[in-house]
C-alpha cells in the first residue's frame, strides 16, 4: 500500500534498524522504544490491522508471532520475560494502520496496561 509507513519500511524505502527478515516478515526496532527492548514485527503484506486479517492467513499470523518469540530468545528476555501486544483499532492505542506486534522486554511491565 503506497501511503503506508511499515509498507515503505518493507520495501526499505524509509530506513528502520532490522532485526530479523524473510521474504514475508520484517522486525525491526520501534522509533520510540517504550522499554529496553522494543521491536516490532510485521508480515510484508499489507493489512490494516487484525481485524482487516483474513482466517486463512492464520499461517502468516503464527509466524509473525512465532518471529517474535524468537527475537526474544536471541535478545535473552525468553526467561526474564516479555510482552507481546497487538494493538487494534483506535480504542487499543493503534497509531501506525499496517499490522503489527509489539515485543516488549528488559523491565518489569504493569498490570493492567493503561
Ligand atoms: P501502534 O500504536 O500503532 O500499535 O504502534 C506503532 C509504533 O510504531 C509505535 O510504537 C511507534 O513508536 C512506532 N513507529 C512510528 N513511526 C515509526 C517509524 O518511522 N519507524 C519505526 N521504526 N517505528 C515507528
Ligand atoms: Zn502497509
Known amino acids: 500500500m503506497e501511503s503506508?509507513?511499515?509498507c515503505k519500511i518493507a520495501a526499505?524505502?524509509?530506513p528502520a534498524?532490522?532485526?530479523?527478515e524473510t521474504d514475508r516478515?520484517?522486525?525491526?526496532?520501534?522509533?520510540?522504544?517504550?522499554?529496553?527492548?522494543h521491536i516490532l514485527i510485521?508480515?510484508?503484506e499489507h493489512f490494516a490491522s487484525f481485524n482487516e486479517l483474513p482466517a486463512e492467513?492464520?499461517?502468516?499470523l503464527a509466524e509473525v508471532l512465532m518471529t517474535a518469540r524468537a527475537v526474544?530468545?536471541?535478545?535473552g528476555i525468553a526467561e526474564s520475560g516479555y510482552r507481546i501486544v497487538l494493538n487494534t483499532a483506535p480504542d487499543s492505542g493503534q497509531e501506525v494502520f499496517h499490522i503489527h506486534f509489539h515485543l516488549l522486554g528488559g523491565r518489569r511491565m504493569s498490570w493492567p496496561p493503561g
Open 4 to 6: 503506508c509507513l511499515f
Open 12 to 14: 526499505k524505502q524509509i
Open 17 to 20: 534498524r532490522i532485526v530479523h
Open 25 to 37: 516478515i520484517l522486525a525491526f526496532e520501534d522509533i520510540a522504544p517504550k522499554a529496553p527492548h
Open 42 to 44: 510485521i508480515p510484508k
Open 57 to 60: 492467513k492464520g499461517a502468516l
Open 72 to 75: 526474544a530468545r536471541e535478545r
